[in-house]
Nanobody, 118 residues
Framework: EVQLVESGGGLVQAGGSLRLSCTAS????????VAWYRQAEGNGCHLVAS???????YYVDSVKGRFTISRDNAENTVYLQMNSLKAEDTAMYYC????????????WGQGTKVTVSS
């Protein structure tokens, strides 16, 4: 069974940085597209960034230039480096892996909370 565990969330002041980690067990993340989603309170879940098996990264416009997604296959971990954080980045952040034919993801972590104080 594939399990994804996120870590690295917390409380940070606006302008600060955090690095989120997504570590997998039961599967090799290097064989999978991996994405980070976020869900702010009262809102839906939205894609933040993704990285393909080949290492191609995608970012939504609101985080371009501030967030960087990367992978360390030796550690079976995908990271999301978040810089210049804004209050609107406050959300629960989820890691997802295993792209489906319908365009979604099969496996999800439990999430890590990011709170940015203004």
């Amino acid at each position: 069974e594939v399990q994804l565990v996120e870590s690295g969330g917390g409380l940070v002041q606006a302008g600060g940085s955090l690095r989120l980690s997504c570590t997998a067990s039961g599967s090799t993340l290097g064989d999978s597209d991996v994405a980070w989603y976020r869900q702010a309170e009262g809102n839906g879940c939205h894609l933040v960034a993704s990285i393909s098996r080949a290492g191609t990264a995608y970012y939504v416009d609101s985080v371009k230039g501030r967030f960087t997604i990367s992978r360390d296959n030796a550690e079976n971990t995908v990271y999301l480096q978040m810089n210049s954080l804004k209050a609107e980045d406050t959300a629960m952040y989820y890691c997802a892996a295993g792209c489906t034919a319908a365009g979604g993801y099969k496996f999800w972590g439990q999430g890590t909370k990011v709170t940015v104080s203004s």
